[in-house]
């Protein structure tokens, strides 16, 4: 049978043992931790194409990171399928091939294709030098602190206000043209006489002169009487 020491020291192995696989766990975590800050994704949207097989497919890349992308594709690929990536960042005028295998699929129905993204995870196992530039550049680019901008507040600054327009003076308005006084008329009396008969008439009338009265009386008798006498009433 063991004895009490050797019991012990079964005891104190096992409580050794238990921190070290602790002290593993949290090593292993923190070490998990640090990878997914190192391999922050960084949304983009690049139009790309990948081979499957023989078949070339029309995608888009959404994100980016050192170790990994997201493609957006509608066409259904089985997990753990190795695939060519070819796309152009900006800036860049040469086609980037990034090689990897798919980790991470996501279906999304085709009725709901235009409010979700479907698509696939790729973990790069072969990329270019160009690749990881890029991804770096984006990196420094998003975690760089933006400069105020001073340029815009002293221009605003030394710019005079502008002074109140003063209000538009009002038009004279024209008036019609003033009608011309009527001629001040006088009351005659007109002695007419029909024409080849024996009937006479006697009309006052008001008018501007002796032939406007004249005329008058003949506008009222007609072509077949004629006047005699106009004289003032």
């Given at each position: 049978m063991p004895s009490e020491n050797d019991r012990r020291s079964g005891e104190d192995r096992r409580t050794v043992d238990q921190a070290e696989s602790h002290d593993e766990r949290r090593h292993d975590k923190r070490r998990h931790d640090s990878n997914r800050r190192t391999e922050a994704r960084i949304r983009k949207r690049l139009p790309c194409e990948f081979v499957d097989g023989d078949t070339r497919v029309q995608g888009v890349v959404l994100d980016v990171s050192l170790r990994g992308l997201f493609v957006q594709t509608h066409k259904p690929v089985q997990l753990g399928v190795e695939l060519a990536i070819l796309f152009t960042p900006p800036g860049l005028d040469k086609t980037i091939e990034v090689h990897g295998r798919i980790v991470r699929s996501l279906?999304?129905?085709?009725?709901l294709a235009s409010v979700a993204s479907g698509g696939v995870g790729v973990r790069?196992?072969?990329?270019?030098?160009?690749y990881y530039d890029y991804v770096a550049s984006l990196t420094s680019h998003e975690t760089e602190p933006a400069k105020p901008n001073t340029a815009g507040a002293k221009a605003a600054a030394s710019v005079e206000p502008e002074k109140?327009?003063?209000a538009p003076k009002p038009k004279k308005r024209k008036l019609p043209p003033?009608?011309?006084k009527p001629e001040?008329?006088?009351?005659?009396?007109v002695q007419a006489k029909q024409a080849g008969g024996p009937r006479t008439r006697s009309l006052t009338v008001s008018a501007t002169s002796r032939e406007h009265a004249a005329s008058q009386v003949l506008a009222e008798l007609g072509n077949s009487w004629k006047v005699v006498d106009v004289e003032g009433a």
């Open positions: 279906r999304v129905p085709r009725h790069i196992h072969m990329a270019p030098p160009e109140p327009k003063a003033r009608m011309p001040p008329k006088t009351r005659y009396r």
